[in-house]
């Protein structure tokens, strides 16, 4: 008997890769799987399913409005692309390569499926009341958060996405506010092109990344010339620099652009609209609660089999 609980996975999972580790050593199959998460990121230990003589086999699975792209008649998105923050993930230089991967599969499967696509295409509650659809799955996902300080010029303020997506560009000077793996990764990125980088976050750097991912990035960091300042709450973003605070007293650091990495938050309005419009409404994936990408696997799976 394996020590895992099913219901219990995604929780384990997205915590600590290695509480799989024995399982993972005997099957490479699965030790891919969990090379390549976003691909390949459910183990089925069912033997009433399972091929004869095997003991457990990957499944494929993806985030939460990617299950309800295969289960729906229509989908509709208000951008001009589909993938929410994955689309976004998979422009980083980092992760171009790979991510972009489960996206194509995904196009392909709704071409074959027959979906009925709409980009550019904003819901709202009155076209929930015209269309009359018999159950709505609403995976908003999440927008990018601001800074709760004093902003006396917004000339150099921008969000981390925005630079990922060349939506806007950099000065040569650059401070990163924020210490995770979105913080981490754009100062790795800028630093590459060039960039006089600086990384400020309020907390630890690293606060709840996965180990091996956080000191990975920080010595890449470190050996591309970054300061980091941990522990450095920001107070005032001027027109020419931020201020911080840095050993209890005020520091000013000089920047041509300042990059916003500070999290998400949950795109809640359109399901709180619709809520007593339709018979059937699912809310799902980070317009719930931004968390980890098995969260939103999970839950899209369980609609998925309730519609």
């Known amino acids: 008997?394996?020590?895992?609980?099913?219901?219990?996975?995604?929780?384990?999972?997205?915590?600590?890769?290695?509480?799989?580790?024995p399982i993972v050593m005997e099957n490479p199959g699965i030790r891919n799987a969990l090379t390549i998460l976003y691909q390949k990121s459910q183990i089925d230990f069912t033997s009433g399913r399972l091929p004869k003589d095997q003991a457990s086999v990957v499944?494929?699975?993806?985030?939460?409005?990617?299950?309800?792209?295969?289960?729906?008649?229509?989908?509709?998105?208000?951008?001009?692309?589909?993938?929410?923050?994955?689309?976004?993930?998979?422009?980083?230089?980092?992760?171009?390569?790979?991510?972009?991967?489960?996206?194509?599969?995904?196009?392909?499967?709704?071409?074959?499926?027959?979906?009925?696509?709409?980009?550019?295409?904003?819901?709202?509650?009155e076209t929930v009341k015209e269309e009359k659809p018999d159950a709505v799955v609403v995976a908003t996902g999440a927008t990018p958060a601001a800074l709760n300080v004093p902003v006396l010029s917004e000339r150099i303020l921008v969000q981390a996405n925005d630079v990922i997506l060349?939506?806007?560009?950099?000065?040569?000077?650059?401070?990163?506010?924020?210490?995770?793996?979105?913080?981490?990764?754009?100062?790795d990125q800028l630093a590459d092109e060039g960039k006089k980088v600086r990384l400020v976050t309020r907390r630890s750097t690293g606060r709840g990344m996965e180990r091996n991912v956080y000191l990975t990035l920080r010595n890449r960091l470190i050996q591309?010339?970054?300061?980091?300042?941990?522990?450095?709450?920001?107070?005032?973003?001027?027109?020419?620099?931020?201020y911080i605070v840095f050993d209890n007293d005020l520091?000013?650091?000089?920047?041509?652009?300042?990059?916003?990495?500070?999290?998400?938050?949950?795109?809640?309005?359109?399901?709180?609209?619709?809520?007593?419009?339709?018979?059937?409404?699912?809310?799902?994936?980070?317009?719930?609660?931004?968390?980890?990408?098995m969260f939103a696997i999970r839950e899209g799976a369980e609609v998925g089999r309730l519609i």
């Not at 591309?224 to 450095?232: A, I, M, Q, R």
Request: a positive charge; one cysteine or more.
């Open 59 to 125: 499944i494929w699975s993806f985030m939460a409005h990617h299950q309800g792209i295969r289960l729906r008649d229509l989908l509709r998105e208000c951008l001009k692309w589909l993938g929410g923050q994955w689309h976004v993930a998979s422009r980083q230089p980092q992760k171009r390569q790979d991510y972009s991967k489960l996206l194509s599969y995904l196009d392909r499967g709704l071409k074959k499926a027959g979906v009925e696509l709409r980009l550019n295409n904003r819901v709202s509650a």
């Open 251 to 293: 520091l000013f650091l000089e920047a041509d652009t300042i990059v916003l990495a500070v999290g998400v938050r949950p795109e809640k309005e359109l399901g709180e609209k619709l809520k007593g419009l339709v018979e059937e409404l699912y809310l799902i994936g980070d317009c719930v609660e931004p968390r980890d990408v």
């Open 166 to 187: 060349g939506q806007v560009r950099t000065g040569d000077r650059v401070v990163v506010v924020g210490g995770r793996y979105l913080g981490m990764e754009i100062a």
């Open 1 to 21: 008997m394996y020590p895992l609980t099913p219901g219990e996975s995604p929780e384990n999972i997205s915590k600590d890769y290695y509480s799989l580790a």
């Open 224 to 242: 591309k010339g970054v300061h980091l300042f941990s522990n450095c709450p920001v107070v005032e973003i001027r027109e020419n620099g931020v």
